[in-house]
C-alpha cells in the first residue's frame, strides 16, 4: 500500500489558499499540545512520588526505622524529572525549528497574495486600456468621413494603442514576477511539508518512546516493592509467636509470686511487737468494800466504746 506524505495531499487549486499549509500547522499545534500534556502529567507524577517517598521516610523513621521504599520511590521520581526534561528539551528543540519554518512560508504567503494582488489589478487596468483602444478605433472608424476630426481622432487611438501596450507590458511582467514567487512558494512548500512530517514522526515516536520507558519505571517500581514485601514476608516466616513471649518474659520479668493478702492487725492485739502492749487501768479495791483485786479475776477494757470490748485473761 502506497505511504500518505503531506507534500502529496495537502494542496489547494487556488494560488492564495493556505489551507493545506494551515491544516499542517494546525496539527503541529494539536501535537504541541499533547506532548505539552504528556509533560505536565508526568511533572506532576513526579511531584506526587517525591512527597509520597518523603511520607515514607517519615513514617519509617517513627515505626521502624527502614528507608528501603521510599529510596526506590525517590529513585523513581528522580527518573521521571529526568523524562520530563528531555521532553522539555525535545519540545523546545522542535519550536524552534518550526518557528524558522512557519516565518519563512508566512513570508512567502504574505509576498505571494501581494503579488498575486498587484497582478489582478494590472490585469483588470490592462483589459480597460484594451476596451479604451478598441472604442477609440472604433471613433476613427465610423468619423472616417468629417477630415475636421480625423487627426483628433486619430492621435487619441494612437495614444490608447500606447497606452493599453504599456498596461499590457506591466500585466506580463506582474504575472512573470508572480510566476517566480510562485515557484518559490511551491518549492518551499514541498520542503516544508517534508520537514513538518518528519517533526510529526519524531514527535510521536519520541512521546511514544517516554510513555513507555514511564510505564516500565512503573512496572520496575511495582517489581522493586514487590521483592522489598517479600523480605518481609521472608522475616514474618521466622517470626515464632512463644519464643518471642518467652524472651520478653526472660528479659523482663519482675517476680514469680504474688503479694500475700493483708491481714486484720487489732490494735491491742498481744501479737503487735512495735509496742509495748497496752494495760488497762488499775483497778483499787479495799478490804473493807471488797474492792480488792484477787489472783484469777477477770480484767475488762475500759475502753469507752458502746460496741467495742475486749477480755483478756
Known amino acids: 500500500m502506497k505511504q500518505l506524505h503531506f507534500k502529496d495531499n495537502?494542496?489547494?487549486?487556488?494560488?492564495?489558499?493556505?489551507?493545506?499549509?494551515?491544516?499542517?500547522?494546525?496539527?503541529?499545534?494539536?501535537?504541541?499540545?499533547?506532548?505539552?500534556?504528556?509533560?505536565?502529567?508526568?511533572?506532576?507524577?513526579?511531584?506526587?512520588?517525591?512527597?509520597?517517598?518523603?511520607?515514607?521516610?517519615?513514617?519509617?523513621?517513627?515505626?521502624?526505622?527502614?528507608?528501603?521504599?521510599?529510596?526506590?520511590?525517590?529513585?523513581?521520581?528522580?527518573?521521571?524529572?529526568?523524562?520530563?526534561?528531555?521532553?522539555?528539551?525535545?519540545?523546545?528543540k522542535q519550536k524552534e525549528a518550526r518557528k524558522k519554518i512557519e516565518q519563512h512560508m508566512d513570508a512567502l504567503h504574505k509576498q505571494k497574495a501581494s503579488q498575486f494582488k498587484k497582478t489582478m489589478d494590472s490585469k483588470k487596468i490592462y483589459e480597460q486600456k484594451c476596451r479604451d483602444k478598441e472604442e477609440a478605433d472604433q471613433n476613427v472608424y465610423r468619423n472616417t468621413n468629417n477630415p475636421k476630426h480625423i487627426e483628433k481622432l486619430n492621435a487619441k487611438a494612437q495614444q490608447a494603442k500606447l497606452n493599453a501596450e504599456e498596461a499590457d507590458r506591466l500585466y506580463q511582467q506582474n504575472l512573470s514576477t508572480l510566476g517566480n514567487i510562485r515557484d518559490e512558494w511551491l518549492k518551499e512548500h514541498v520542503y516544508s511539508c517534508e520537514i513538518l512530517e518528519k517533526q510529526a514522526n519524531d514527535r510521536i515516536n519520541f512521546i511514544r518512546n517516554t510513555v513507555w520507558s514511564h510505564l516500565n519505571l512503573l512496572s520496575q517500581q511495582s517489581v522493586t516493592s514487590d521483592e522489598l514485601?517479600?523480605?518481609?514476608?521472608?522475616?514474618l516466616e521466622q517470626c515464632d509467636i512463644?519464643?518471642?513471649?518467652?524472651?520478653?518474659?526472660?528479659?523482663?520479668?519482675?517476680?514469680?509470686?504474688?503479694?500475700?493478702?493483708?491481714?486484720?492487725?487489732?490494735?491491742?492485739?498481744?501479737?503487735?511487737?512495735?509496742?509495748?502492749?497496752?494495760?488497762?487501768?488499775?483497778?483499787?479495791?479495799?478490804?473493807?468494800?471488797?474492792?480488792?483485786?484477787?489472783?484469777g479475776d477477770a480484767i475488762y477494757s475500759t475502753v469507752q466504746d458502746a460496741g467495742y470490748s475486749l477480755v483478756r485473761n
Not at 514485601?229 to 522475616?235: D, G, P, Q
Not at 483497778?283 to 484477787?294: I, K, P
Open 242 to 295: 512463644q519464643e518471642d513471649i518467652e524472651h520478653f518474659v526472660t528479659l523482663r520479668r519482675t517476680g514469680d509470686k504474688p503479694p500475700a493478702p493483708l491481714v486484720y492487725e487489732n490494735f491491742y492485739s498481744g501479737h503487735r511487737t512495735t509496742h509495748a502492749p497496752r494495760m488497762p487501768p488499775p483497778v483499787n479495791r479495799t478490804q473493807n468494800g471488797n474492792n480488792l483485786c484477787l489472783e
Open 229 to 235: 514485601y517479600e523480605e518481609v514476608r521472608k522475616s
Open 10 to 92: 495537502f494542496w489547494s487549486n487556488e494560488l492564495t489558499s493556505t489551507v493545506g499549509y494551515d491544516a499542517i500547522i494546525q496539527y503541529h499545534n494539536e501535537g504541541k499540545r499533547t506532548c505539552k500534556e504528556v509533560e505536565d502529567f508526568m511533572k506532576a507524577r513526579a511531584g506526587i512520588e517525591e512527597k509520597y517517598a518523603k511520607d515514607l521516610l517519615g513514617l519509617s523513621k517513627k515505626v521502624c526505622g527502614h528507608s528501603e521504599m521510599n529510596l526506590a520511590h525517590l529513585q523513581l521520581a528522580q527518573s521521571m524529572r529526568e523524562e520530563v526534561r528531555k521532553l522539555e528539551e525535545f519540545r523546545e
